[in-house]
């Protein structure tokens, strides 16, 4: 298994621009999340996605949109891309399926994206 | 809501010292609460998570981890820190009552010396 994979490792938009941030799992698990990491604030969740076609706010939403056609993808989209939104992004998956592992998040190895 | 705080934001520990890293975590029934570490560059890799029943937890890379409910904490342990354990630790809990996303600390920073 691959576990939590994330495209691009790395990306340099200019304000204003578009992009979209890939994540996917073939864990077959329910839930999936996004957070960004910024230094001395931890990680902070933009959205997350109870199961395919159910998504939901976290603690940052404004300036992503989320869908989630299929249980294995859930894509991070910046419609308008702007510097406070350089960041780390981190993509994560949790099994959902009821019980104490529903909890445990497995983390993909991030995005880095900086916004002139 | 569920909170976690870590009140240090740097720890500088010896090679070979023991080292604990201090959580407090707000919530009124048992919690859930994992510790996530994060080498420079990379993404975070889970060490440990309490759910209920003993009150001392152990993960891997030889950390362990004790919750006291009478202290509201959930402090990280290892006996004998290694130059390779130099890395950010963020503890966590579950943000709702689902698996719908965690709650970071704002992270605690080990610095190994020589």
């Known amino acids: 298994n691959a576990g939590v994979t994330q495209t691009p490792k790395f990306q340099v938009l200019k304000t204003g621009q578009s992009m979209t941030l890939q994540c996917a799992q073939d864990m077959n698990h329910e839930y999936m999340s996004w957070y960004r990491q910024d230094p001395g604030m931890g990680l902070r969740l933009i959205h997350y996605s109870v199961g395919a076609g159910i998504t939901d706010q976290g603690e940052v939403p404004n300036g992503y949109n989320v869908s989630r056609s299929t249980t294995e993808d859930f894509p991070l989209r910046l419609l308008s891309a702007a510097p406070s939104q350089t960041s780390v992004y981190f993509c994560?998956?949790?099994?959902?399926?009821?019980?104490?592992?529903?909890?445990?998040?497995?983390f993909g190895p991030g995005t880095r994206l900086t916004v002139t | 809501a569920q909170s976690v705080t870590q009140p240090d934001i740097h720890i500088t520990v010896s090679e070979g010292a023991s080292l604990e890293l201090r959580c407090n975590y707000s919530y009124g029934a048992t919690p859930y609460l994992f510790w996530y570490v994060q080498s420079p560059g990379q993404g975070l890799q889970l060490l440990l998570k309490?759910?209920?029943?003993?009150?001392l937890v152990q993960g891997i890379k030889g950390f362990e981890a004790e919750f006291k409910r009478s202290q509201s904490s959930f402090n990280l342990r290892k006996p004998s820190v290694h130059w390779s354990d130099a890395a950010e630790y963020f503890c966590a809990t579950p943000q709702g009552g689902g698996a719908d996303g965690l709650t970071f600390g704002k992270g605690t920073h080990l610095i190994i010396q020589p």
């Open positions: 994560a998956s949790s099994p959902g399926t009821g019980g104490l592992g529903s909890y445990e998040q497995y």
């Open positions: 309490y759910f209920s029943g003993d009150t």
